[in-house]
């Protein structure tokens, strides 16, 4: 069997866990093997990398080691986590030096971190899963959705290997799940959250994502999905403060559960700050049609 | 490891920026503030404060600006750098203390976001652990987790003594 080690990252454990109980059910589906590990914080690429990057590579490489003795790449649901996760492996591979430094410090605490397991974001494992996933389907979505790719799932290029400009791959996974997405204005711009400007600028923050929330109600999207856990509480929080669009929020993975039959209280969705109530009502539906 | 601003130009390619400001005209964060990522790269350039300017601080570290520079300068990359010296050389943002609650909670819980009790209750609604199982389930792993931080000095960098 196909496995991973589980890294769930800190938003999606304690701040919106149907994003790890989703992850955990469309994987358990798919028949691919997650494995949790002692992990801590990624830690953020924004307020630790920007800050302190000597800290920020330590922590970074720790996590890293946990499953390198099981030969487990890790797998995140979280681009800040794989932001993290992904950047310090680069820069540790490409730099014996700085691995050295790094194991230095993992020493003291008898960790080491050869470089033999790398961060691997969970869509690059989902787009492997196209036929199963359409096997598994059990409810055509049927919404129109804007898909948030964010920013460092993409980007850098030069790291990621990854079309930064017209990416195209979860416009495909949606419409996995009977979904179309639908282009919507500066559809690639980030959410604003990153760099430490959620925490650090509050005001900028909101003002760069009600930018992007109100491109969004443009295009009437029933829902935004995402594929990064912080997105996914900025998109859900900051509706809660701006309180000028009402746009349900979805992770890739809370939206294949609702496609595979789950339902929606089992992935969470009742705990989300804007209300998925609608979108719930259209699903049930169109389950009542399809019976 | 930390660099001076023409250490961080140079490992950047800085000089070969033209200015033609493609990174500005990019930029999510400077179409709501006074961010201008131009200014900040010439500002480094010139030898002028730009680690004491507060608009270092309004970056997403979004890269597309490092994305689509013709000259492959290493913006994003220059100013997560030009952060950390800002940092080493006491200037911390002023608005807002979460970063520090974030690095302290990470000394404290190994988590950026801890747990909160009504999250718990909700992990144990959905069938999920109560809590998840990380660095703090076993006292003995956040305690070594706890000595790597303090080799690392992090907590004084938190600006948390
Ligand atoms: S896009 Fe590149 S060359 Fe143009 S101003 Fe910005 S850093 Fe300089
Ligand atoms: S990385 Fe920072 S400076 Fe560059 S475009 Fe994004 S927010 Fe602007």
Known sequence: MEEYAFFPGCIAKNVYPG?????????????????????SCCPPPGVLACYDKPSWLVMGARNLSQSEKDGLNPMT???????????????????????GFVNDHLGRIDAEYKGKVHPIHFVDILKNYKEKIAELKEIDLGLNVAVHY???????????GENSERPTLLDELVGL????AVPFKDGLTCCGAGGGVMSGEPDVSLKIINTKLNNMKDANVDAI?????????????????????????LHLNQLFGLAFGIRPKHLALHTHLVSTRDLEKKLKDLKKGGE | MGKSVKEILIDGNGYACIQCGRCTGSCPSGREC????????????????????????????????QERCPKEVKTTDMIIELRNLAVEEGY?????DVPKIIIKSLYDTGAGQPLSPEVSKIRAIIGLKKEAYDVSTNAETLKKFQRLLDGLEITKKGGLR
């Open chain 1, 19 to 39: 994003i790890e109980k989703a992850t955990r059910i469309v994987f358990e589906k798919l028949g691919i093997g997650l494995r949790d590990y002692e992990y």
């Open chain 1, 77 to 99: 649901v979280c681009s800040g986590c794989y932001g993290t996760l992904h950047n310090v492996w680069y820069a540790l591979k490409n730099d014996p030096d700085l691995m």
């Open chain 1, 150 to 160: 964010g920013c460092h799932y993409l980007k850098p290029s030069s790291v990621t």
């Open chain 1, 177 to 180: 799940a009977g979904c179309k």
């Open chain 1, 225 to 249: 999905v995402n594929i990064c856990s912080f997105c996914h509480m900025q998109f859900d929080q900051s509706q809660k403060k701006l309180k000028t669009t009402e746009i349900p929020v």
């Open chain 2, 34 to 65: 006074s961010l201008r990522t131009r200014k900040l790269i010439h500002m480094a350039r010139m030898g002028m404060d730009v680690i004491k300017t507060e608009e270092l601080w309004d970056c997403t570290t979004c890269f597309t600006c």
């Open chain 2, 92 to 96: 911390f943002p002023t608005m807002s």
